[in-house]
């Protein structure tokens, strides 16, 4: 006697075999590939408030795994659905892209004629109102001097550089980091009453900020951040990319990344924006600077009210625990940046990597098995509380685009 067919929705198969089947996360969104049999699409406006509550997306992933070509058909895809995208590119991977969405480049070069002054107050000013906007200001500032000094900032020079701020931003006057600097080397009377001691003794107290902020702007940000912005940019279309490439490739570069994120924000917090991710690649070159990580993490915050997702870039974890122990305040940034970023798109990771990211991420022992041999393009998606382990999938005309090892592999065909 045949024994009946045993039927089951597909929730229950779901339950059983939460690779091959998840329920998904609605069609009504961006393709991104395959989870088992269903197709996977994303979008974090159309997944509030259901899945998750802030739309920021942290990508990890060791190198060559497919992270940046995963974020370039995201943010192509996005096009398509009317988001717009804002991109940091320090490595200058997105021309391709940016041409096959018909806009421009701003190539930031040291010596070149494209300027960003990171405290523009932006659009959104108004709106912020100029405590807020002063607010913003500093906390870049004490982030760039930090960075810059390698250690923390005393108490003095802290208020030293609010009052430096403020001295040069009065009225609707834009203030840019030569002006700060100057104002810190020579602080007036009222400055100095300002916190019961002598114009002498602050600037004494906040020289060695004075002479970083200085150098910075004779150095490594001068032509590029050191005055008023330069550069007109269509914000309503579909893209805009900052090119990064020129800049050595040393520890200033964390100080370059900070202003250029800092100017894309106040461009971007405008009121009624239209949905934008904001990518910061190698976003791992900001976190590993307690300063600049510091600042990152606070300006995270920011982004739901504005309709912006920040898509953040790094290798590992341990990028952002690399230099404390579990009670430092690096780890308490890292724990805090991951509860800022509540879509973690985990690409293949070293053995020694697992159990952390297990116990910080919360992986199932499924998804840890998964972690170790993944194959390229293969990454576990947490979205809000949901699991998914998804292919990402890339057409020959995206390949084309967004493919970094073209040329090498356009090379050993020829071989
Ligand atoms: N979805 C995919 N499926 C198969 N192969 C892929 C996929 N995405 C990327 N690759 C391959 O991996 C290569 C590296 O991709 P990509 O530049 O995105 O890596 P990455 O993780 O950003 O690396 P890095 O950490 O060095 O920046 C691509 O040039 C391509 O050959
Ligand atoms: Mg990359």
Same mark, same amino acid.
């Given at each position: 006697?045949?024994?009946?067919?045993?039927?089951?929705? @597909?929730?229950?198969?779901?339950?059983?075999?939460?690779?091959?089947?998840?329920?998904? !996360?609605?069609?009504?969104?961006?393709?991104?590939?395959?989870?088992?049999?269903?197709?996977?699409?994303?979008?974090?406006?159309?997944?509030?408030?259901?899945?998750?509550?802030?739309?920021?997306?942290?990508?990890?992933?060791?190198?060559?795994? $497919?992270?940046?070509?995963?974020?370039? #058909?995201?943010?192509?895809? $996005?096009?398509?659905?009317?988001? *717009?995208?804002?991109?940091?590119?320090?490595? $200058?991977?997105?021309?391709?892209?940016?041409?096959?969405?018909?806009?421009?480049?701003?190539?930031?070069?040291?010596?070149?004629? =494209?300027? !960003?002054?990171? !405290?523009?107050? +932006?659009?959104? /000013?108004?709106?912020? +109102?100029?405590?807020?906007?002063?607010?913003?200001?500093? #906390?870049?500032?004490?982030?760039?001097?930090?960075?810059?000094?390698?250690?923390?900032?005393?108490?003095?020079?802290?208020?030293?550089?609010?009052?430096?701020?403020?001295? =040069?931003?009065?009225?609707? /006057?834009?203030?840019?980091?030569?002006?700060?600097?100057?104002?810190?080397?020579?602080?007036?009377?009222?400055?100095?009453?300002?916190? *019961?001691?002598?114009?002498?003794? !602050?600037?004494?107290? %906040?020289? &060695? =900020?004075?002479?970083?902020?200085?150098?910075?702007? &004779? $150095?490594?940000?001068?032509?590029?951040?050191?005055?008023?912005?330069?550069?007109?940019?269509?914000?309503?279309?579909?893209? =805009?990319?900052?090119?990064?490439?020129?800049?050595? &490739?040393?520890?200033?570069?964390?100080?370059?990344?900070?202003?250029? #994120?800092?100017?894309?924000?106040? /461009?971007?917090?405008?009121?009624?924006?239209?949905?934008?991710?904001?990518?910061?690649?190698?976003?791992?070159?900001?976190?590993?600077?307690?300063?600049?990580?510091?600042?990152?993490?606070?300006?995270?915050?920011?982004?739901?009210?504005?309709?912006?997702?920040?898509?953040?870039?790094?290798?590992?974890?341990?990028?952002?625990?690399?230099?404390?122990?579990?009670?430092?305040?690096?780890?308490?940034?890292? %724990?805090?940046?991951?509860?800022?970023?509540?879509?973690?798109?985990?690409?293949?990771?070293?053995?020694?990597?697992?159990?952390?990211?297990?116990?910080?991420?919360?992986?199932?022992?499924?998804?840890?098995?998964?972690?170790? &041999?993944?194959?390229?393009?293969?990454?576990?998606?947490?979205?809000?509380? @949901? %699991?998914?382990?998804?292919?990402?999938?890339?057409?020959?005309?995206?390949?084309?685009?967004?493919?970094?090892?073209?040329?090498?592999?356009?090379?050993?065909? /020829?071989?």
């Amino acid at each position: 006697m045949a024994r009946p067919a045993h039927r089951a929705t @597909t929730a229950n198969v779901a339950g059983l075999y939460p690779f091959l089947a998840g329920p998904g !996360l609605g069609s009504e969104a961006a393709y991104v590939g395959q989870d088992g049999t269903s197709a996977f699409c994303f979008d974090p406006w159309a997944l509030y408030p259901r899945f998750l509550t802030n739309p920021n997306i942290l990508v990890l992933g060791q190198l060559g795994r $497919g992270k940046s070509a995963l974020v370039k #058909t995201m943010v192509m895809r $996005g096009a398509l659905f009317g988001r *717009r995208a804002a991109v940091l590119d320090p490595k $200058g991977e997105y021309h391709d892209v940016a041409a096959a969405l018909g806009v421009e480049l701003i190539r930031l070069s040291p010596g070149g004629s =494209v300027r !960003l002054n990171p !405290l523009d107050a +932006g659009p959104g /000013a108004a709106e912020l +109102g100029p405590r807020e906007v002063q607010r913003r200001r500093l #906390t870049l500032l004490q982030s760039i001097a930090t960075a810059a000094l390698k250690r923390d900032l005393r108490p003095i020079e802290r208020a030293a550089c609010r009052i430096a701020l403020d001295a =040069v931003s009065s009225g609707d /006057a834009v203030p840019t980091l030569p002006q700060v600097a100057a104002a810190l080397m020579e602080p007036g009377q009222t400055a100095a009453d300002e916190i *019961r001691t002598t114009p002498d003794e !602050l600037a004494r107290s %906040s020289h &060695d =900020v004075a002479l970083e902020l200085r150098r910075l702007c &004779d $150095g490594d940000l001068a032509g590029m951040f050191d005055g008023p912005s330069t550069v007109d940019v269509d914000w309503d279309g579909p893209l =805009v990319v900052l090119d990064l490439s020129q800049m050595a &490739d040393d520890e200033g570069l964390a100080i370059l990344m900070a202003c250029a #994120t800092a100017w894309i924000q106040a /461009a971007v917090a405008r009121p009624g924006a239209q949905h934008r991710f904001i990518v910061l690649d190698e976003a791992w070159r900001l976190l590993n600077d307690l300063g600049t990580g510091r600042w990152l993490r606070s300006s995270l915050k920011l982004a739901r009210q504005y309709g912006v997702a920040n898509i953040l870039v790094i290798h590992r974890l341990s990028d952002l625990l690399a230099a404390g122990d579990a009670g430092s305040e690096k780890h308490a940034l890292a %724990s805090g940046l991951l509860s800022d970023t509540e879509t973690r798109i985990i690409y293949a990771q070293p053995d020694g990597e697992v159990a952390e990211m297990a116990a910080l991420l919360g992986l199932s022992r499924s998804d840890q098995e998964h972690l170790v &041999d993944m194959q390229r393009g293969h990454a576990i998606w947490k979205v809000g509380r @949901t %699991s998914h382990l998804v292919e990402h999938r890339v057409s020959d005309f995206e390949k084309a685009i967004t493919y970094t090892d073209q040329a090498m592999e356009t090379n050993a065909g /020829a071989a």
